[in-house]
């Protein structure tokens, strides 16, 4: 009763501020939902913006895996939300934004990050890897039954931040979109090469409703999201290296 009685009062909030859209500059509370790399990638420059842009909403940010964030943009938990390779669900918009190229990451060696490594190369290496069924984990796992082939998953663990701090003391080594450890290439502490032969790509969506009317609160971070990500892409010197996607949702 209390999750259904969160919900309306939301919806319930969200009519009163749509009324005042009408004749106002956009106002109101937005919840929107970050995966862990997005968060890395684009949380702090999204926030700083948006609030530059519309300073009478209240944004709420969110940080969960993919599948939690469709679960709750369909509960109406959240206005809108990033995620990796959606399926997809009842009532929901996805608006394909980005490809990304994945890379392995190790500790800090005498590799070069320019060069490409063929993904057979990951079976000889202790890696760490979230669980089952997070996006990355399947991708690496279709990739490995379609090369008939085994690979040494030394650890299993959900959390970007703890793979990143384990592969920089050495532990094991991992896969990652380059602008999740951009930092840490430039500064020495990884490594990271793009992994060929086959390809690891995902596609990063923007997900929301179809069945809530849009405010201009919302509308606007639709438009600011939009834009960030377009410059990510194209100024980038390697922070975020992807390809822009053209299809449509």
Not at 59 to 84: G, H, K, N, P
Request: aromatic share 4%.
């Amino acid at each position: 009763l209390y999750e259904h009685a969160k919900v309306i009062l939301r919806q319930m909030e969200r009519a009163k501020h749509e009324v005042i859209d009408l004749a106002d500059s956009p106002r109101g509370k937005i919840c929107i939902g970050l995966t862990p790399t997005v968060s890395l990638v684009l949380g702090a420059a999204l926030v700083e913006r948006y609030h530059a842009e519309c300073p009478n909403v209240s944004l709420r940010v969110v940080d969960a895996l993919s599948e939690q964030l469709i679960e709750w943009v369909m509960s109406d938990r959240l206005d809108i939300a990033f995620s990796y390779n959606p399926s997809g669900g009842p009532g929901l918009i996805l608006e394909p934004l980005v490809v990304e190229i994945l890379y392995l990451v190790g500790p800090p060696g005498g590799e070069s990050t320019d060069e490409n490594i063929p993904f057979g190369h990951l079976a000889g290496l202790p890696l760490i890897l979230p669980s089952r069924p997070q996006i990355l984990r399947s991708l690496v796992d279709d990739a490995v039954n379609e090369q008939d082939m085994e690979l040494n998953i030394y650890l299993e663990i959900d959390s970007v931040q703890t793979m990143k701090e384990l592969v920089e003391r050495g532990i094991g080594w991992t896969v990652l979109p380059f602008g999740a450890v951009a930092s840490e290439v430039a500064e020495g502490r990884m490594t990271a090469r793009r992994i060929v032969a086959p390809d690891l790509t995902r596609t990063l969506h923007l997900v929301y409703s179809s069945r809530r009317p849009s405010s201009k609160a919302v509308t606007t971070l639709q438009q600011l999201i939009r834009r960030l990500v377009e410059e990510t892409v194209k100024e980038s010197t390697g922070s975020w290296r992807g390809v822009e996607s053209k299809a449509a949702g």
